[in-house]
């Protein structure tokens, strides 16, 4: 009996202290190299893009630069790893990287299959894009029957292309590249008649043809595409640093808490923006988080409010100018909506 109750107690340890080692080792891992290691796109306008100086910038790339504000205090402690889609998974679940923020589309055999969606950042949905010189008198997704479609493999857009044209007894040529970088010269250069994925990645792509004038999107939107960051699963504590990366920003958009006054708002009698800011007395939000209490004041200097990041990169502010639609939030007819940090 004495063996057996040593034994259960020998093995309730271990899986405590499994636990233990799980929850902190990511943030311990980033921290003791000295930077936050981000999967992003190979090359997607607004979103994850490098210029010619090599220097990375966009929607996602403003999350990883975030996140790092978030543990460091600094957004420049980020290396990028461009992924195709094809490898972005894999990358992640090896530990090349530390967290995948790569327009990736949260379904359930993901999320069952080792991996965490801490949020979702941006609801998308395929759609479908055609030269309208070539597809002259195409105004809908229901009249390809028997087009060439350009896709990018190892996506969930191939297996809604599928769907989409299986459900509507239509025919179609596949032709599909594992480089999205494939999938848009291709396009570009007339092999197939038509490009789907994502439809903001369409307005994105777009921008790079040789003539985008001639370029339309469909109406048609067949998809639900809840784009978010993934992390390995596992790691609780990781998990919530990016989760809470994200509220954040949604919040300081909530309560006007911008990049501009971020500092000055540091004295503000609002309770709300006080407990936020790590301001309020005896705080400790966001050492539960293995962070700083400054932690959103960081984030926020660093990048902005959702509102910020997403007019700037792929809003009003930027060539895409695509409009907030329903990732406006959830207090203005939207689907973003902030927990509470409290």
């Given at each position: 009996m004495?063996?057996?109750?040593?034994k259960?107690a020998l093995a309730?340890?271990?899986?405590?202290?499994l636990?233990?080692?799980?929850s902190?080792?990511?943030?311990?891992?980033?921290?003791?190299?000295?930077?936050?290691?981000?999967?992003?796109?190979?090359?997607l306008?607004?979103?994850?893009?490098?210029?010619?100086?090599g220097?990375?910038?966009?929607?996602?790339?403003?999350?990883?630069?975030?996140v790092?504000a978030?543990?460091?205090?600094?957004?420049?402690?980020?290396?990028?790893t461009?992924l195709?889609a094809?490898?972005r998974?894999p990358?992640?679940?090896?530990?090349?990287?530390?967290?995948?923020?790569?327009?990736?589309?949260?379904?359930l055999?993901?999320d069952?299959q080792?991996?965490d969606?801490?949020?979702?950042?941006?609801?998308?949905?395929?759609?479908?894009?055609?030269?309208?010189?070539?597809?002259?008198?195409?105004n809908?997704?229901?009249q390809?029957?028997?087009?060439s479609?350009?896709?990018q493999?190892?996506?969930?857009?191939?297996l809604?292309?599928?769907?989409?044209?299986?459900s509507?007894?239509?025919?179609?040529?596949?032709?599909?590249?594992?480089?999205?970088?494939?999938?848009?010269a291709?396009?570009?250069?007339?092999?197939?008649?038509?490009?789907?994925?994502d439809?903001?990645?369409?307005?994105?792509?777009?921008?790079?043809?040789?003539?985008?004038?001639?370029?339309?999107?469909?109406?048609?939107?067949?998809?639900?595409?809840p784009?978010?960051?993934?992390v390995?699963?596992?790691?609780?504590q990781w998990?919530?640093?990016?989760?809470w990366?994200h509220?954040?920003m949604?919040?300081?958009?909530e309560?006007?808490?911008t990049q501009g006054?971020?500092e000055?708002?540091?004295t503000?009698?609002?309770?709300?923006?006080?407990?936020?800011?790590g301001?309020?007395?005896?705080?400790?939000?966001?050492?539960?988080?293995g962070?700083?209490?400054?932690?959103?004041?960081?984030?926020?200097?660093?990048?902005?409010?959702?509102?910020?990041?997403f007019?700037?990169?792929?809003?009003?502010?930027?060539p895409?100018?695509?409009a907030?639609?329903?990732?406006?939030?959830?207090s203005?007819?939207?689907?973003?909506?902030?927990?509470p940090?409290?």
């Amino acid at each position: 009996m004495k063996n057996l109750v040593l034994k259960g107690a020998l093995a309730a340890s271990a899986l405590v202290l499994l636990a233990t080692a799980a929850s902190a080792g990511t943030l311990d891992d980033v921290k003791k190299k000295g930077f936050l290691q981000c999967g992003v796109n190979t090359g997607l306008p607004g979103f994850a893009s490098p210029n010619d100086k090599g220097e990375w910038s966009g929607f996602d790339v403003d999350y990883c630069r975030a996140v790092a504000a978030a543990i460091f205090g600094d957004p420049t402690k980020v290396k990028y790893t461009p992924l195709s889609a094809k490898d972005r998974l894999p990358a992640l679940q090896s530990g090349e990287i530390d967290v995948l923020i790569r327009n990736t589309t949260w379904t359930l055999s993901r999320d069952t299959q080792g991996f965490d969606f801490t949020g979702v950042n941006y609801y998308d949905g395929q759609g479908f894009m055609i030269n309208s010189k070539k597809l002259s008198g195409i105004n809908s997704a229901l009249q390809l029957s028997g087009a060439s479609v350009c896709v990018q493999a190892g996506t969930t857009t191939e297996l809604n292309l599928a769907d989409y044209f299986k459900s509507n007894k239509m025919e179609y040529n596949p032709v599909v590249f594992e480089k999205v970088e494939e999938v848009n010269a291709a396009y570009d250069s007339g092999r197939c008649d038509v490009y789907t994925t994502d439809q903001s990645g369409l307005y994105a792509y777009r921008l790079a043809l040789s003539a985008p004038a001639d370029h339309v999107v469909l109406p048609e939107i067949i998809s639900k595409e809840p784009l978010g960051p993934v992390v390995r699963q596992g790691d609780a504590q990781w998990a919530d640093i990016i989760r809470w990366t994200h509220y954040a920003m949604l919040t300081a958009e909530e309560l006007g808490i911008t990049q501009g006054n971020v500092e000055e708002l540091k004295t503000s009698d609002n309770q709300e923006i006080k407990r936020i800011l790590g301001q309020e007395a005896n705080t400790k939000l966001g050492t539960d988080l293995g962070l700083t209490n400054d932690w959103v004041i960081n984030i926020v200097k660093a990048v902005g409010n959702y509102s910020e990041v997403f007019e700037r990169n792929i809003g009003s502010g930027s060539p895409l100018k695509i409009a907030r639609g329903i990732n406006a939030q959830w207090s203005k007819g939207g689907l973003q909506y902030a927990m509470p940090i409290r």
